[in-house]
C-alpha cells in the first residue's frame, strides 16, 4: 500500500487548505486511514481519522468543530479539509493507513499504523 500526501502550503490565519492522501496499492481491507502532524522540536500527534465507511471519524480536541475528514472510496482517496487555520496548525502533515480496526485511543496511537505517506507542509502564517 502507497499513500501519496498533498495540498499543503502556506495560508493567512482564518484561511482554509484541503488536504489529499491518494492510496494505492493493495487497498482492499485496509479500514482505517488517519493525518497526523509534527511541528518542529514536537512529537507527531494525532489529527483525524476515518473508517472504511466514514462511520468512525475521530478528531483531536484541537482541530474539532474547524477541520474534517471525509473519503472518496471511487477514488481511493481521503481528503482533511482545514478551515480557520492558526499558526499553531503549522506542521508536516502525514496521512496513514491500517487494515486493524481501531477503539478509542487505538486511533491517535503512532506505532499503530503500519502503512505512512510522505508529509506534506501547512504553514499558517500572516
Known amino acids: 500500500v502507497q499513500l501519496q500526501a498533498s495540498g499543503g502550503g502556506l495560508v493567512q490565519p482564518g484561511g482554509s487548505l484541503r488536504l489529499s492522501c491518494a492510496l494505492s496499492?493493495?487497498?482492499?481491507?485496509?479500514?482505517?486511514t488517519a493525518w497526523f502532524r509534527q511541528a518542529p522540536g514536537k512529537e507527531r500527534e494525532f489529527v483525524a481519522g476515518?473508517?472504511?465507511?466514514?462511520?468512525?471519524?475521530p478528531y483531536a480536541d484541537s482541530v474539532k468543530g474547524r477541520f474534517t475528514i471525509s473519503r472518496d472510496n471511487a477514488k481511493n482517496t481521503v481528503y482533511l479539509q482545514m478551515n480557520n487555520l492558526k499558526p499553531e496548525d503549522t506542521a508536516v502533515y502525514y496521512c496513514a493507513g491500517d487494515y486493524r480496526r481501531k477503539v478509542g485511543s487505538a486511533w491517535s496511537t503512532n506505532n499503530g499504523y503500519h502503512y505512512w505517506g510522505q508529509g506534506t507542509q501547512v504553514t499558517v502564517s500572516s
Open positions: 496499492g493493495r487497498t482492499f481491507g485496509l479500514y482505517t
Open positions: 476515518i473508517s472504511t465507511s466514514s462511520g468512525i471519524r
